[in-house]
C-alpha cells in the first residue's frame, strides 16, 4: 500500500469538496441563538419580518444550505443502510448475545463506519460562543 503520492482522483476530489463545504460552514455565523430569540417574535401569520446584515461568508452558505444538508442526510441514509449488523453464524458460547459482523464491511458490529457516525451524530453540538 503506497497511497501518500497516489491517492485515487475521485476520492481526492471527494475529500476536497467536502473540506470546501465544512470551511464554508465554519466562516458562516451560527443562526442557533438568534432563531431562538426570533422565535418569539413570531406574528399571527406566523411570520417574523427580518432586517439583518449578513456577511459574504454568510450568503455562500446560505446558497447552498438546503442542497448540502439534503445531500448530507441522504448520504448518511445510505450509508446507514450499507452498515448494518448481521449475526457472524459459527459456533458461539453464549447464544443470547451471538458474534455479530456488520453485513457491507464485515468487521465486528459496530463497525468503524457506524460508530464514526454515531460519534458525529450522537453528540450534541455545543452551541459556538455569541
Ligand atoms: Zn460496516
Redesign the pocket.
Known amino acids: 500500500m503506497t497511497t501518500e503520492h497516489s491517492e485515487d482522483p475521485q476520492r481526492q476530489r471527494l475529500r476536497e469538496q467536502l473540506e470546501a463545504i465544512h470551511i464554508r460552514t465554519e466562516k458562516a455565523t451560527s443562526w442557533h441563538d438568534e432563531a431562538g430569540r426570533l422565535r418569539g417574535l413570531l406574528n399571527n401569520d406566523g411570520y417574523v419580518p427580518v432586517r439583518t446584515k449578513l456577511a459574504g461568508e454568510d450568503l455562500d452558505f446560505l446558497g447552498d444550505a438546503r442542497d448540502t444538508l439534503l445531500t448530507f442526510a441522504e448520504l448518511g441514509l445510505r450509508l446507514l443502510d450499507l ?1 448494518q449488523p448481521r449475526d457472524a453464524g459459527g459456533i458461539t458460547s453464549d447464544t443470547a448475545h451471538p458474534i455479530l459482523r ?1 453485513r ?2 464485515m ?1 465486528r458490529w459496530p ?1 468503524p ?2 460508530r464514526a457516525m454515531s460519534e458525529s451524530f450522537g453528540t450534541p453540538r455545543v452551541p459556538s460562543p455569541a
Do not use: K
Open positions: 452498515h456488520c457491507s464491511c468487521w463497525c463506519t457506524f
